[in-house]
C-alpha cells in the first residue's frame, strides 16, 4: 500500500462513519418522535380503559333494574288476573233484587231477604242460616 491509498481508505471509512453517525442521529429523533407518539397512545389507551369500566359498570346495573322491572312486570301480570279473578267471583255471589224501593229491608237485610224469598218462592229458612 502507498502512502497515497492510505488516507483516501482512511477517509472514505472516516466519511461511512460519519454517514452512519448521521443516519443514527435521524433514527435517533424518529425514535423519540415514536415514542411521543407511543406516550400519547398510552394516555388515549388509559382515557378509553377508564371509559369502558365505566361503561361495564353502568350496563351492569341497568341489566340488574332491567331484570328486576320484568319480575315486577309478571308480578303485575298475575296480580291484574287475581284481581279480575276475584272481581268475576265477587260478581257471580251476588244476588241482585230489582223492583224493591230504597231502604225496604231496613236495619235487618237478612230477615228482609227471608221474608221476601219465602213470599216469592215458597221456601222456609231455618234460623240459623246465615248470608255474607
Same mark, same amino acid.
Given at each position: ?9 482512511? !477517509? +472514505?471509512?472516516? @466519511? ?5 453517525? #448521521? ?6 429523533? =424518529? ?11 398510552? =394516555? ?13 359498570? #353502568? ?14 312486570? @309478571? !308480578?303485575?301480570?298475575?296480580? #291484574? ?8 267471583? +265477587? @260478581? #257471580?255471589?251476588?244476588? +241482585? ?12 237485610? @237478612? ?6 224469598? =219465602? ?14
Amino acid at each position: 500500500m502507498s502512502d497515497k491509498e492510505q488516507p483516501t481508505t482512511m !477517509d +472514505r471509512i472516516l @466519511q461511512e462513519i460519519t454517514a452512519v453517525s #448521521r443516519r443514527i442521529e435521524g433514527m435517533d429523533a =424518529s425514535i423519540s418522535s415514536l415514542t411521543l407518539v407511543t406516550k400519547s397512545m398510552r =394516555s388515549d389507551i388509559a382515557g378509553f380503559q377508564f371509559k369502558v369500566t365505566g361503561s361495564e359498570h #353502568r350496563m351492569g346495573t341497568l341489566e340488574g333494574h332491567m331484570t328486576t322491572v320484568q319480575d315486577r312486570d @309478571q !308480578d303485575l301480570l298475575y296480580l #291484574r288476573s287475581k284481581i279480575t279473578d276475584l272481581e268475576d267471583r +265477587r @260478581q #257471580r255471589d251476588n244476588i +241482585r233484587l230489582f223492583g224493591f224501593p230504597e231502604n225496604e229491608e231496613g236495619s235487618d237485610v @237478612q230477615a228482609f231477604l227471608c221474608s221476601v224469598l =219465602s213470599k216469592l218462592a215458597s221456601l222456609t229458612f231455618d234460623p240459623s242460616l246465615e248470608f255474607q
